[in-house]
């Protein structure tokens, strides 16, 4: 599910990655909310706070939310560029660095606030959305855009849109191709909400260290998708003798 790609690409592929880097969205969601009391999926909240502010002549106190703002765009920024650089050199599957730096980044957290006597929250936040903004990168590039996995406001959009397909089957034709969008985007939906519904109950019990969990999800999607992918050339290898 890390590897393939254009048309290689299936939406078998598009639903097991969904659902894991989703999962994994939940988990960061609401562990930053019940932590901190902030947002860290998503930046639309927090541009209306540094809105408001500047409308109220408090730049200063405005400058945390941009601040926030522009951790997910370095995030976005920073995975995109791993996978141009890698790309380029063509040694490993392109997806695995901006992978490792987003389970990187949460295991930090985790190891910083059990360091540090006060952490700070707002580096946490930026922490936190710095890797949303890892993941939604290269979830959009691996899916060509099909997926995004950490806010959900565009895909309950485009569940009604496709919805509202299936009320016009001759204009719109291609059903199985409707339902296969909606499938999927039900699959980020639920899933982000057991990812919170699991983070939340961890996060009761362990604290910050719900991340490490999350942290661990995701190296395990790379071993898996590394291994299937290893099965799939031994397979080949023998059916060519």
Known sequence: MFRHQGKYRTAKHNLKIASLLSF???????????SIHKLTTNVTGHFAFFIDEIHRWEPWQGSVYLLYILSFLFGSFISSTLIELTDIRERINI??????????????????????SDPSASLIACLLLFAMGVQNSFVT??????VRTTHLTGLFTDLGIELSYL????KHLNRHHIKTNIRLRLYIISFFFLGGIFGGYLYTLIQFNVLLVAAALLISGLMYSRLKFKAILVRRKY???
């Open 24 to 34: 994994v969205a939940g988990i960061v969601n609401v562990t930053g909310f019940l």
């Open 167 to 170: 009320m016009f089957p001759k």
């Open 239 to 241: 059916q060519n003798r």
């Open 95 to 116: 997806y695995v660095l901006p992978t490792l730096l987003e389970a990187g980044t949460l295991v930090m957290i985790a190891v910083l606030v059990q360091t540090l």
């Open 141 to 146: 590039k691996i899916s060509d855009a099909v």
